[in-house]
């Protein structure tokens, strides 16, 4: 299975003029690489990251789909033709139902593998002046969402996404589901256990998933 690609985007961390209310520090805005770049663990090599919940080998690729850009046509004159929110991967179409923790993508010559949700941060929101976008988003569970590199390697402007390897359906879990858990439903004590049993989880989002079970459990409890 072969998933198109709009644009593929790197940027560089710069101080940006979005927020009046504090300093505002990211490489939220990225442009489209011409020619083809080197991907490593961490990202593409002229991709940067704020580290502080961003980037590292478990956050080395950000993708969200173009077609979820439909959900702010109403809050903004034009919308974006690519890396609305500073997304590397802009998919024509790859919804979050149908991408699954564990699922194996080749592009160009490298590997990933689906990591992580992506948490909205007030950043996006501030760039875009839409007072409840981070909410919106998250309740939407069409947040994107984060590549591991397994294979560095090559990628060219003009690849796309092939499906190499789907996620075992004994545990499976998509990324909207996760988001829908997360988000909308964090103490539902069934659907935590299945999601903490996700081998392809990172570490951080077991952590924060079994403080919710812990929570959830101890609220039957009382």
Request: charged fraction near 30%.
């Amino acid at each position: 299975m072969i998933y198109a690609l709009n644009a593929i985007s790197t940027g560089k961390v710069q101080d940006l003029p979005y927020s009046k209310k504090r300093q505002m520090r990211s490489a939220l805005d990225k442009d489209k690489f011409q020619g083809e770049m080197y991907l490593t663990k961490t990202g593409f090599l002229e991709d940067e990251q704020e580290y502080k919940d961003h980037g590292g080998t478990e956050k080395a690729v950000c993708l969200y789909s173009k077609k979820n850009y439909r959900l702010w046509e109403n809050d903004l004159e034009q919308l974006p033709s690519h890396a609305m929110f500073g997304e590397n991967l802009t998919a024509l179409d790859l919804d979050e139902h149908d991408v699954f923790f564990g699922n194996q993508y080749q592009l160009g010559e490298a590997i990933l593998e689906v990591s992580e949700i992506r948490e909205p941060c007030w950043k996006i929101q501030e760039k875009y002046q839409i007072k409840d976008l981070a909410k919106r988003m998250s309740q939407s569970c069409k947040t994107g969402f984060y590549f591991r590199v397994l294979q560095e390697g090559f990628v060219h402007e003009s690849s796309n996404l092939k499906l190499i390897k789907s996620a075992e359906p004994e545990t499976a879990l998509s990324v909207y589901e996760l988001n829908d858990i997360y988000y909308n439903d964090k103490s539902n004590i069934k659907r935590l256990q299945h999601a903490i049993k996700n081998p392809y989880l990172t570490e951080n989002r077991i952590y924060k998933l079994q403080k919710l079970l812990n929570r959830a459990e101890k609220k039957a409890n009382q």
